[in-house]
């Protein structure tokens, strides 16, 4: 996917100037930058929840999201959070449920499963969805640091299986590097990607 843009404004107010970003599958890009520069706002116009912006988004890529809250279905196990929302089979859920370690916790709801497990969970529904790249904002973000840790190498060894690409929004460029991603840095007003 690429996407050119010219400007993306909230009423009076542009976040985001003139930037060119394009990701394929096996590719791995990080957008970093300081809280309220335009982080997510560029991530959701690449997933293409936001349209009101100034530019041009190409591909026809499949697509799954991570964000930083897990969004689980509260009523429904975790094999039925992963199968309703991808129309995927049951089958193929359980075997991703045990691919990030959550063997066992099938007919669970989301509230019977600690933090870490929903992340999990959250990541095994976005494979489950078969992207050609997945977009991550800040998934990573208020876990502890050795669940954070282990949810990074499991997202890395999951990219690298099924050779997806990925757009990871962070603020830490430790995870940028540890996920072999290519760094962008958001900076300036309104927000461009800045030399390094
Ligand atoms: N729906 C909206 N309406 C008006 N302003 C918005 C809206 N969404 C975001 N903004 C503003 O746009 C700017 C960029 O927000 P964004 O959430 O993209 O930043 P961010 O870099 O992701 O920040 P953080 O790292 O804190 O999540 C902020 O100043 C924010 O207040």
Redesign the pocket.
């Known amino acids: 996917m690429r996407l050119d843009l010219e400007a993306k404004s ?1 009423g009076p107010r542009q ?1 985001l100037g003139t930037l060119t970003l394009s990701v394929t599958r096996g590719e791995r890009l990080a957008i970093l ?1 300081p ?7 560029l991530l959701r116009i690449l997933a293409g929840l936001d349209r009101q912006y100034q530019g041009q988004l190409q591909g026809a890529e499949r697509l799954a999201m991570v964000f930083q809250e897990a969004v689980l279905l509260p009523w429904r196990d975790a094999v039925a959070n992963i199968t309703l929302p991808t129309g995927c089979d049951a089958t193929t859920a359980r075997d991703w449920l045990s691919e990030v370690g959550l063997e066992g916790h099938e007919t669970k709801f989301p509230r019977q499963l600690s933090v870490g497990q929903q992340r999990r969970l959250a990541l095994a529904r976005a494979f489950a969805a078969g992207p050609d790249i997945l977009l991550m904002d ?1 998934p990573f973000a208020s876990l502890d640091a050795a669940t954070a840790a282990r949810m990074l190498a499991l997202t890395d060894a999951l990219l690298n299986r099924t050779g997806a690409g990925a757009v990871l ?1 962070t ?1 830490d460029p430790a995870e940028a590097r540890t996920l072999g991603a290519l760094a962008l840095h958001l900076g300036g007003c309104p927000a461009r990607f800045q030399k390094d």
């Open positions: 909230f976040v930058g809280s309220g520069i335009g982080k997510s706002t800040e929004v603020h």
